[in-house]
């Protein structure tokens, strides 16, 4: 028999557990050149719970600025920089991104980001609409699941329309 391989919790877990925050830990399986396998969780917990992606972006007006958005939407740059109060915004250039957030490509956490750098973050309203969602843990690989309103709540973030079907 070989033992089950414990995973580790991951900074953003440990956040969310000091400020009593409930979510579920998940798991992805990744290949060597770090596609996405297969979700390795009861399938019951994440059937109908959307994977919302972390963009870093950049305001001309606020500096760093974080989008959150189900992964099957795209980002109206339009409707952020107006939410955000910003003229136009832009993403972080990967080159730039570890430096700005904190956290590689993959692992962007709107957990993590807050605790770091206290970036402005925005949910699309599709979220708020969602009885669940599921966000990275600030490691490639690791995501929770977790309620929306208190994940917002605790990264002081603000809801609002800006996830779109089709890119500007």
């Known amino acids: ?4 391989k ?3 919790k991951t900074l953003v877990e440990k956040i969310l557990d000091k ?3 409930d979510y579920v830990p998940m798991t992805f399986e990744t290949e060597a050149d770090g596609d996405t396998q297969e979700l390795v ?7 109908g719970y959307k994977i919302y992606k972390t963009l870093v972006l950049t305001g001309n007006k606020t500096g760093p600025l974080v989008g959150m958005l189900p992964l099957d939407k795209h980002l109206s740059y339009k409707m952020l ?12 250039p990967l080159k730039d991104l570890i430096k700005t957030s904190g956290f590689e490509h993959g692992a962007n956490s709107p957990v993590g980001i807050h605790s770091l750098h206290n970036y402005p973050i925005f949910f699309d309203n599709e979220a708020e609409r969602s ?3 599921i966000v990275s843990a600030g490691k490639v690989g690791q995501s929770i699941l977790i309620e ?3 994940l917002a709540k605790a990264v002081n973030a603000t809801f609002g329309d800006f996830a779109v079907d089709n890119p500007e």
């Open 1 to 4: 028999m070989s033992k089950k």
């Open 6 to 8: 414990k995973i580790q």
């Open 19 to 21: 400020e009593k925050v």
């Open 41 to 47: 969780t009861d399938k019951s917990t994440r059937d």
């Open 81 to 92: 920089a107006k939410l955000s109060g910003n003229k136009k915004v832009g993403m972080v």
């Open 131 to 133: 009885e669940k969602i």
């Open 148 to 150: 929306p309103h208190a």
